[in-house]
């Protein structure tokens, strides 16, 4: 019995439904367009480790609703727990039965909670985009002596960070792979967020595997690989997350080759008016087209603006060219910033590729206060010369320039196109513009070929 | 009589010369290289204003002869009087002849010294690019209570900006026309600079001329064509600088249209043995090629990497496409960057477009310490969708906006390109992935169309 009806479903109130909602709104003025959202009160998700010390209180990071009003969009907190293609119809928890035009899936992914004995422990705390489960997180966390974070890529050091600042709080960091951010960078970029760590007093274990979690109900302790353990009293599990892709697979939908669910170009997966963005819908790599495991929410928004302009008509043609999983990251005042394949990544998809680095100050000359040195490494085709990827480490505007290299990547710049760029340089806010690193860094490559 | 020969003589110690002999070393490591400069200690241009109050001492500001140096390139400090191309010879001051096979003009500007009464005074400073000189300036101005500055462009604002942080010390900044930054930036952000250096203290005086220096030998006051009068004991002069062509007229070469050495593609001038780089050589706009009274230390760069790459052989196809005027300056904490046409520009040009604008903040969320508005605004052509400038203003990382701007330029993306554009985004760095201002300016041009 249908109770309600939109032209637009929206399932999912993250970055990536929120989105999707508001751009269909600009492009389709007229059409009824409903979001519904499981959590009441969800949270900006890479805000989440702010939540802890930098951020006054955890409501600064809430999502906010306002730009579903402003964008007259409805909203309902319920779960979908049911799609029915056939009559164009979902499900919900609450028992409504709501019927759809055109439906987006944006109800993200879940966090992968390992199979490690004790996991189920109290302390133990996979990371919910939910702000009163992040509330009550944070208050058992300040309450502990110990933390351990289970994950070395940018959440768990982003949360290694914070919490390293929170008084009387030993924080350890235990990473499976022999560096931290290993699927992103390059070892050296991954040796300076190790160095800021441990400056800030984390103990970062690399190369070993938890083993256990020890203790009654509660968690106490910690066994590694290694056979040490360390007393913990609350545990964080930054080791990622899966696509949400049960909604869509009970659909009987296309999910690919199984890491997330199908699409098109445009979004659209096997069924026409069926959407999906975000963390549930698949992704493939810029440069290989290959399924990619990357959940950022600048993707999901990037995709969420796709779809929301092309539910009823493509209207322009919007491509989505696969993601070139670009993020930036900060670690005890390092910035770092990584976009397309790195030499690692490169090399293992066999491409025959160029490398060419230059480090320089960030401001100019080197005595204007503030100065940190800026590193950029790039990676190029040797044959074509297009760029493929880049990596940055420096102050607050490397989390700039890492865009900067975003750009190029996506209109597929030449080395010899980078080192002729014309830039903007100043003083107190740039590298000089002789020194420029990108520059320099395309200039040592196409030295090379 | 040749006393000595090089196969590449460089006039020129600036950013462009130097740049043009160290670039011209990577691309032919057998060829004698001489850079001829006549100023025995340079400074960084950008760096000019800084040496007055931010940089400990204004020796932090000199221009090193150390990258000369490394890339094994002769410099003689002379000044060159002539060009004899029938003998492919320099002539110098002190009475030198050289001997070139391939001669790069990068000899720079000279500072427009307006005709105005008194302007001859003691006290009154032209902006030269000379430590020993600025240094004597830096010392007078710090005895003075009063300065007037002439010129509401960034060279003006950075000294007002400056200046104004000098204990004790009176700034007046006159302008003629109606608002500060006019030439490259849309009235309100002229506007926010103004803003920024009246809570300085700054008296900027907009829309006025100024009629005579008063005073004996020393000046010692002002008056404007209000009737109005100030009393200054110092005056800066930045009000442009004009190509320094001299050398070039009397050896006959085509200076085109008078803006500077005329130059083809690749930095050649009419003498296919001559390149010319930097403020001496014509500018180009990007978009209509007409003639454009741009000088900037990166444009100069770009243009000496593309002559030093191409002195003896065009090596690759390395295009000058004209200029994109990019810029950033810094007033106060206020950083704007422009590149590119803006709203006025454009329709002066008389372009069919479209402006789009937003502002979000440069962090999120918005609770996230040292967090400021940045503000973007982009002009489009309305019928190609393409990108034609585009202006910003915020905190430090605006610095590196304008570059992902400048980028987009020049890779000429359009309206529908950058709304989908990806982006890394994180809460220290960056606005939030939903509000990326640059994408939702796009965003609202887009709209419009």
């Known amino acids: 019995m249908k109770e309600k009806e939109a032209d637009v479903i929206v399932v999912g109130g993250g970055p990536a439904g929120v989105i999707s909602a508001v751009t269909a709104r600009r492009y389709y003025p007229d059409k009824k367009i ?21 951020l006054e209180k955890p409501e600064d990071n809430a999502m906010s609703d306002l730009p579903l009003e402003k964008s007259n969009v409805e909203l309902l907190v319920d779960e979908v727990t ?17 019927a759809y035009d055109k439906l987006v899936l944006a109800h993200g992914s879940e966090p992968v909670v390992p199979p490690v004995k004790g996991i189920e422990k109290k302390g133990v705390y996979p990371i919910y985009k939910d702000l009163d489960y ?36 030993k924080v350890y960091l235990v990473e499976l792979l022999p560096g931290l951010l290993a699927n992103s960078f390059d070892a050296e970029f991954g040796q300076m967020a190790l160095a800021k760590l441990k400056a800030k007093g984390v103990e970062v274990i690399c190369g070993e595997k938890v083993e256990e979690l020890t203790g009654g109900d509660q968690v106490t302790g910690v066994l590694l690989s290694d056979g040490t353990r360390r007393p913990v009293e609350a545990v964080v599990l930054g080791i990622g997350a899966r696509p949400n892709v049960k909604l869509a697979e009970a659909a009987g939908i296309d999910l690919g080759r199984g890491q997330g669910i199908w699409t098109d170009e445009y979004m659209r ?17 810029f440069f290989t087209r290959k399924s990619l495991p990357v959940m950022l929410a600048s993707t999901a928004t990037a995709e969420a603006r796709i779809a929301g302009a092309n539910l009823f008509q493509l209207k322009v043609v919007r491509e989505n060219k696969g993601t070139i999983a670009i993020y930036s990251t900060y670690v005890n005042g390092l910035v770092l910033g990584s976009a397309g394949l790195n030499e690692a990544t490169a090399g293992k998809e066999g491409f025959d590729y160029i490398a060419g680095e230059a480090e320089a100050p960030d401001k100019h000359p080197g005595g204007i206060p503030g100065m940190v040195k800026m590193r950029v490494k790039l990676v190029f085709s040797r044959q074509s010369e297009i760029l493929l990827g880049g990596q940055v480490s420096g102050g607050m505007s490397a989390g700039e320039v890492i865009n900067i290299i975003g750009m190029a990547l996506q209109k597929r710049v030449s080395a010899t ?22 520059v320099l860094a395309a200039q040592d490559a196409a030295g090379k070929i």
Do not use: W
Request: net charge positive.
């Open 269 to 285: 997966t096997s069924d026409p008016d069926i959407f999906a963005v975000g963390d549930c819908a698949g992704k493939r790599d």
């Open 417 to 438: 196109e980078l080192e002729t760029l014309q830039i903007a340089t100043h003083p107190c806010l740039t590298a000089a513009p002789t020194m420029y690193p990108l």
């Open 134 to 169: 992040l509330k009550a997180m944070k208050e058992e966390i300040r309450k502990a002596k110990s933390v351990l974070i289970i994950g070395g890529g940018f959440i768990g050091v982003e949360f290694a960070d914070e919490l390293a600042g929170l008084k009387g709080l």
């Open 34 to 54: 409903l979001v519904i959202k499981s959590v009441g009160r969800g949270v900006i998700p890479c805000g989440i480790p702010y939540m802890f010390a930098t």
């Open 82 to 98: 049911a799609v029915n293609r056939q009559g164009k119809t979902v499900s919900t928890k609450s028992g409504r039965e709501l």
